[in-house]
């Protein structure tokens, strides 16, 4: 253990004892600990999580895991009303998919532009 975890452990230790740390929000209730990015490292998931949370990821990641899963749940299934129903949600979810797409291709070129504009104005 580094110098620093064991400050940082003194110190967490010490609120606690202190009591600093009753009465959180959240506290007795269990941890939310599911696992959504499986295979990912650590470091992958802390930077995926940060881009998602400012806003540079948005609902296409997750559109395009949702897809994959109906892709693999379709390909497994036996039962046709079964097959039938996935494929239903399948194809709503690509309109979905491809209309979340069309808005960030057109959101991306009207920011690209006027950062052009601005970069060529510099260099004039």
């Known amino acids: 253990m580094d110098l620093f ?17 009753d ?10 600990l599911k696992d959504d990015l499986p295979g ?5 998931k802390m930077g995926y999580r940060m ?5 540079y990821i948005s609902d296409q990641v997750d559109l395009r895991k949702e897809l994959i899963t ?3 749940l379709i390909s497994a299934a036996t039962d046709d009303k079964e097959i039938k129903r996935l ?19 057109k959101n991306t ?6 950062y052009a504009e601005k970069i060529y104005g510099k260099l004039k």
């Not at 070129?109 to 006027?114: E, I, L, Q």
């Open 109 to 114: 070129n009207v920011r690209f532009g006027s």
């Open 40 to 44: 990912m490292s650590a470091e992958m």
């Open 51 to 55: 881009l998602k949370n400012a806003g």
């Open 5 to 21: 975890s064991r400050i940082a452990e003194d110190k967490i230790k010490e609120a606690i004892k202190n009591g600093e740390l």
């Open 70 to 72: 109906l892709n693999d």
């Open 87 to 105: 494929q239903e949600k399948l194809t709503r979810k690509q309109l979905k998919f491809e209309k979340v797409m069309e808005q960030r291709r």
């Open 23 to 32: 009465n959180l929000p959240g506290m007795g209730k269990p941890l939310d």
